[in-house]
Structure formats: structure tokens, C-alpha cells
């Protein structure tokens, strides 16, 4: 077995093996942890591609709008940041995580109050998507997902994260908790808040027909 | 009612990004030391800050400017400069880092900027060792393969007629990646093999060891030639006194020995391999007329070898360092008609065409331009071949 890890990075007896995607493999996760700690650029490099898809995702299906870019350059200064606060190196993926939504939470909450100020425009939450990558998703899905961005907003923070922890990134209750730094039964609770919320308002979306079987829109 | 139809479809419409985006890691690295967000709740604090920064950055902090030297030499500053002639020429930078080339290798050293240096493997093979330094990162080229280096020592090989590459780490650690955003890390012990697109990382355990890069082994100063003026063997005992002084990087005392045998008696009775190295130690001494005597006995002697097609590719570089340019056409259409496939073929080639140009040889220059183009598209001179054939 090669030490560079799990990928198939393995030479058979007379033949080469081509590699799969994903050929990159992660240093030791404490060996980058120290690199991290001394600013290392390949270490740097290596942490910024490993978990960049993860922060990307998470925010985009967090919270819209053009600043989804900076966020996520916000996010890994503040995992950098917060290097020394990490208190098991091997659960580096569940840090990532929970710092990003420190950030949403920071950037939810200024969002709120920016719409008390003559000055804070709205940011543009209902109307940037950035759909699978491409610009080739339907109207009707763009429709829908504005439709599913307003029902969402309806959402106070902590039950828009539970929810979306939840149910787009399919954790665990357990791991929800966890990543927000909270009790089991607290998420538990704001899960059944949010998604009672979400029923009762989510007739008023019509576009969001197609995206609900016919007894739930309703 | 469930709102699990819902989170599906949405999760479907926004899924993780599947590449990583290249502007935003370039942003991250770029400010990867910069403070986080909690600054700018204290703008005023935040500005003095960033300004102490830009001071000590721009004055104390400043990047030492990093230089080069061929063996013992004097430092250098120049960068776009072709390195060859293996192990007379290790190549040493001022941070401590090492580039020795092996026997026939060829590279260019493209940039010589303190925070990313740039060097590139033409062909051949090469030890590197490379001194941590914080901040740097030296780029080590070949092909469509980049290695990011910032303190390890590794050998590798490029063979550009197979697009081939590889890479035998000996410590520390490397980025490697190809022109499809691919990329691997490696560290002490692994060995990279890519031909074409396929890669393979091996337990160095099944490959043959590397011994480590070694500092040129230094000789005690040879006054005067310690051997019999009639030596008849050249390479032999103690004969080897000045490839010795040459390979320690010393080219001037290696030159005084070599005139001392008697230098029309090595052009008359050395083999092919020590008369290349005896013209490149002449040609590293600015000893131009002594290199060219060298260069041209060897080709008349043993017509038809590698050696000869080196010697002419020389031949055909000091006539471009000497702006003579018609002659260095000459010379390095020569070296790459004689050994087309060779390591020296494509930079053979590059000067050719330049020389062309230089020499007011349009015709020549649009062949050169045509093949130089065909054999490598994308090679330091390809921007010229495609200005002068007209091509976008």
C-alpha cells in the first residue's frame, strides 16, 4: 500500500495503474496542521483544494448573492486563524465546518440588521445563483430556488442553519449539534420550529410546485 | 408533510463545486497571512496596522534577491539563462539551494524572483535540493509537469520524446502538478513516473535508492600539474586532476591544468566524453577560442556521435553570445539535424530560429519557425516562431 494513503496510487506488477480523479492526497492531518501553523504555501495549497468544495457548497446553499466568493475567502482566513484552537486535528473536516458557519451566522445576522439602515442595500440574497456551476439550469428551477431562497429567509438564523445542516448537508442530528455547538435536543427543537414554519408558508411559493409532491403544496 | 422532496431538489440545484476555483485559491495564498475579518470592527487600528505591515514588508522584510553561481563562480543576478554540461555545472543559489544536472541535461532558469523561482528541465535528469526559506516557493518545471517545492531534496527526469517524468523524493515535501489541474503530494520516499497521462506513485521501497545530493567535492588547489607531461591515458590515476578541479565547479584552474598536459595532446589522444568536458571547461573559463579548438577537434575526430551534436550545439551558443549570428544558426540547425530526438534538440532548434532572425535569414527562419512550432508549441520561443509565420 502506497503511504500517500487510501487513493489507488498503486503500481501492479508490470503495469501502470491510471489514476483516478482525486489523485491529490491529503497530508497527515496533523503533519498539515503543523504546516498550516507556519503558513507552509504547499500545505496551504493542499487545505485551501481539499476543503474548498465543502466551505464553497455549504455557503452557497446557505446564502445567496455575490458574496458567497468573499465569504469563502473570509472563512479560510478564519480557519487559519483559529489554527490553535483546534482540539482534535483528526476530526479536521467537522472544524472546517463549524468555523464556516460561524461565518454565515456572523454574515446572517449583519444581513438583518442591514435592512434597518437607510444605506444597507439588500445584498441580492434572492436573485444570485450560482446553479450546479453552470448557467444551464431551467427558469423554472431558477424560479424555484428563489422561490425556496424566500421561504427560507423567513427562517431566524439558528433554524435556518439547523435546517440547512439538516436536510441539504444530510448530517446526523448528532453532528448538527455538534456543529453548531449546541444540545441534541436544542437542534432537535429548532428543527421541528423551522419545519413547521416552512409547511405553513411554503403554499405561498407557487414556483416552488414542481419541487413539492402534490400533497405537500397543498 | 415532509419537506424532504424540497431539500432534495434544492440540494441537486446547488451542489458542491466540483473544481476548485483557481482565482480563489490564488486569492487565499495570496493573503493567507493577512489577518482575519476581526480587524476591520477597528478601522482605524486596522489602517496603522497595515501600514506598519507595508513598511516592514517593503524595508525590513524585503525578499533577499536571489542569485545564481556555476560551480565556485561568482553569484549571478541574470535570469534566462540555459544551464547544461551536467556535473561540471552544479548550479547553486545564494539561499543554499542546489541544481545539479547529470550527464546530457539541459535547463533553463526562467525566473530568479525571491518568492517564485523558476527553473525548467528541458531534458535529462537532475538532483535538487532545496533550502526552506519562508515564503519561497520554487517552481521546478518540465513539460507539462509543475513541481512547487519550498525545502526538500528530490531527483527527477524529463524525457520529452515520451513526455516523461520522474520524480524520486529523497525529504520533504512536493506539489506536482500536470497541465489538467491534477495534482499530488509527495514526501520522503515516494517516487512520481508519468508518461503521457498516465501517473504512478510508487513506495520508493521498490525503487531503486537515490543517493543524496552531495556539495561538490572540494580538491585541494593544484599549483602545478602533479603528473609526468607524456601521461599517456587520459582519465586514468592521477591524470584526472583538472575534471576533478572542473567538477568542484573550479573551470579556470581546471583550464591552467589542462594547458599544462598540453592541450594539443588531449584534443589528439582524449575520448569523445573527455573532450566535451575538456571544451566545457574552457568554454565556462571564457576560454571561447580554446572551447572552439575543443568543440571542432571533436567533431572532426568522432563525426556522427552525441558527443559531436553537443559539441556543435556549443559551438552554436558561443557564436549567438558572440552576436554572430549567421554562424550560430549554423551551429544549432547542425546540432539539431544531427540529433533531432536528443536533449539538446529543442533548445538547439529555439536558437537556431532566433539566430535566423538575428541574421537577417528569413527563409531559415520560417523553417525553423515551422518545425519549431511542430515539435513544441508551447516552448520558450514559440511566441517568435508564431510572430514570424504569421500565425495568431
Redesign the interface.
Known sequence: M???GASP???AVGH????R?R?????EVSDLVA?LR?????A???F??QY???V??LL??CLAGHEV?DL???T???L??SLDRIRNPHRLEAWVRSVTLNTLRTEMRRRQWRRFLPFGAPSGEDDE?????TDE?SHE?RA??RA?RRLLSRLPTDERLAFCLR??E?LELTECAEALGCSLATVKRRLVRA?AT??SH?GEEPA?A????R??SS | MTLEHLARRYREALPNPSKVDAQARARFLASADAEPRRWTRWPVVAMAALVVAGVITGVVLQPEQLQFRLGEGQFQSAAGVTLSASALMPVSFSDGSTFALEQGALAHLDSLDPRRPVLTLEGGAAQVAVKHHDGRVWLVRAGQWTVEVVGTRFRTAWTPSTQGLDLSMQEGLVRVSGRDGQAWLLSGGHRLIATGDLVVVDPVEASPVVEPVEAPRVVEPVETPRVAPDAGVVGLGRVVDWRALARAGRFAEANRVATGLGLERLRTTAAAPVLLELGDVQRLSDDTTGADATYTRLRSRFPRTRQASEAAFHLGRMAFDATRWAAAEAWSSTAYDEDVTGPFALEALGLALDSAVRAGQPAAAKLHAQRYLARTPDGPRAALARRILGAP
Open positions: 502506497s503511504r500517500l496510487l498503486q503500481v501502470v495503474i491510471p489514476l480523479p489523485p491529490e492526497t491529503a497530508l504546516r507556519v503558513r507552509d504555501p504547499v496551504l495549497g493542499s485551501f483544494d474548498s468544495p465543502l464553497t457548497g452557497r446553499r466568493a469563502r475567502q473570509e479560510f482566513l478564519q487559519l486563524a445563483f450560482e446553479i450546479g456551476g439550469a428551477t424555484a430556488l425556496a436536510h441539504f444530510q419545519e416552512l409547511r411554503a416552488l414542481p419541487w413539492l409532491p400533497e405537500e
